[in-house]
T-cell receptor, first 115, second 111 residues
Framework: DGGITQSPKYLFRKEGQNVTLSCEQN?????MYWYRQDPGQGLRLIYYSQIVNDFQKGDIAEGYSVSREKKESFPLTVTSAQKNPTAFYLCASSTLGTLYQETQYFGPGTRLLVL | KQEVTQIPAALSVPEGENLVLNCSFT??????LQWFRQDPGKGLTSLLLIQSSQREQTSGRLNASLDKSSGRSTLYIAASQPGDSATYLCAVSEGNTPLVFGKGTRLSVIA
């Protein structure tokens, strides 16, 4: 089955702790994205990557870090500097055309809660 | 900076009713517009993608239209069913940059 997987489904973070959310895709997509979703806020872009070993900040990158060492994987680390991490995190991927990206495919999401 | 607005934020209709969801965007220089569906606690699923050169796309009971010059799109759902209850989001593509999303319309179809 082709698609995007995210793990874990639920994640609990203690004060001062860094946690890493996993995102893997087997769609051979070049681009991958991380979004944060809060109630009533819609989707907000954290980071995105269009090629291996390169990534760009989105609108709310502070307190987060990413890596893109493999085309299939784009893990997101929520650092202790992120003071309000409780949210639903969505990973997505897409192909990149000559002029524009094609539709994005989304993973099932990870809900992060603070203890 | 592109902004995408969806009205209404929430909508409740009786089963069987036809309904329209609205999406507007501020910059008409887009390559395509997409409609997504999100069920509670789940990821997004793509419903329809309209290229900038197209006026509408249809899939089953769903029809999406695009008026690029006026910065508007509508999603028409015919003969609504309780299973259509979800949040519907629209997003625009301005090229090989991340999609710009609206905040969504939360739809409830009452049996």
């Amino acid at each position: 089955d082709g698609g995007i997987t995210q793990s874990p489904k639920y994640l609990f973070r203690k004060e001062g702790q860094n946690v890493t959310l996993s995102c893997e895709q087997n769609l051979n997509h070049d681009a991958m994205y991380w979004y944060r979703q809060d109630p009533g806020q819609g989707l907000r872009l954290i980071y995105y990557s269009q090629i291996v070993n390169d990534f760009q900040k989105g609108d709310i990158a502070e307190g987060y870090s990413v890596s893109r060492e493999k085309k299939e994987s784009f893990p997101l680390t929520v650092t202790s500097a992120q003071k309000n991490p409780t949210a639903f995190y969505l990973c997505a991927s897409s192909t990149l055309g000559t002029l524009y990206q094609e539709t994005q495919y989304f993973g099932p999401g990870t809900r992060l809660l603070v203890l | 900076k592109q902004e995408v607005t969806q009205i209404p934020a929430a909508l409740s209709v009786p089963e069987g009713e036809n309904l329209v969801l609205n999406c507007s965007f501020t910059d008409s220089a887009i390559y395509n517009l997409q409609w997504f569906r999100q069920d509670p606690g789940k990821g997004l699923t793509s419903l329809l993608l309209i290229q900038s050169s197209q006026r509408e796309q249809t899939s089953g009971r769903l029809n999406a239209s695009l008026d690029k010059s006026s910065g508007r799109s509508t999603l028409y759902i015919a003969a609504s069913q309780p299973g259509d209850s979800a949040t519907y989001l629209c997003a625009v593509s301005e090229g090989n940059t991340p999609l710009v999303f609206g905040k969504g319309t939360r739809l409830s179809v009452i049996a």
